[in-house]
């Protein structure tokens, strides 16, 4: 090679090495966040708040392509992401409204110092374990194959949750529908959205960053023998010679699960003998969704001082859901403020309600 060559060689290696330098300065990343912050409402002091003091960006003003919809490895979550429909807020003043009930109805759960019982527990949850982006709209419609944390909430939308939905998350965002007209339709609606809104929150958090392994090997042990196991297989091991179905009682007596008016399933009947006791993190979200939604043996919402928990049927039950309860308050997520009932309040202060 002569010597033209050779300089030619290395000059040509030194342009591909500041190229390559100056592409990872322009890294995706890099450029992403600066097209994030370009869509902020920074005129909104929620948003400079949580962008500021967490990195978590609230949009309503969003690429869905680039924010939400993108990096699915599997042809069914390509699929029905594809297929939902995501609007987006035009004025000003639904946008300010929408981001003022997500932060007064949901977000304020969770505290960045949170005391209890004499403890005070800075778990920087907002920070540590939010999505860093959440979109905010007012058209959230999915089509079939219905899938998501949304749909293991007795909140959820519907029992198919086909049609118009409040919350979809997936690893790259959490989006979430504040249509006005249908958080006014009455009380108990606006509970219902934002609770769910508050569930896959919390779940969306635990699955992202495997806090099941927070909760204490105490609350696994209950349930343990039976994860996984079909009814019949259980009944067989306990030497019944004939399978049978299984009434909600037993159901939480025996098995020490809690049965909610969606999980593990909604026929308010019982369970059959083939179906599957769930594995320990539906073990942890069923409870999770029973905390923050109480409900009666037969599906029914809690709504006097008098009505039984589900968990009061069994000790064992009382106690994993107190578990819970722990888990959430060390995690800086404010148990005490999901319910006003002195009996919900005296179950979280004590363990399970026994001394």
Known sequence: MNRTSIILAISMLLFCCIACEDEDELSPSGLDTDRVQDLLDWSNPVVKKYYGD???????????????????YESWANSFWKKMEIGKMERKSECDSAITVLDTAVFRYFKDELEFQGEVYHSDFKKKYFPNKILITNKLI???????LIMQTVNRPSK???GSTFCQSNDNAI???????MLNISPEKFEQVTKAIL????????DKYDLYSMVPDAFYEFSKPYYGKR???LQEEAGEEKSHAVARSEWVETYHMIATSVAPTDNMNGMLAESSIPDARRDVCICIDHLINPETIDGARVETENAP??????PQ????????????????????AISPDPNFRKFISTRGGYR
Do not use: H, P, R
């Open 317 to 336: 039950c009382s106690i994993k859901m107190w578990y819970i309860a722990q888990t959430l308050i060390k995690l800086g997520i404010d148990v005490m």
């Open 309 to 314: 928990f589900v968990y009061q049927l069994s």
């Open 175 to 181: 989006v979430v529908n504040l249509e006005s007209g």
């Open 160 to 162: 198919t949750g086909v």
């Open 54 to 72: 967490y990195g978590v960006a609230l949009m309503t003003d969003f690429d869905e392509n680039l924010d939400i919809k993108f990096n699915f």
């Open 199 to 206: 569930y896959v929150m919390i779940v969306y958090a635990f």
């Open 142 to 148: 999915v089509g079939s194959d219905v899938s998501g």
């Open 231 to 233: 009814i019949y297989q």
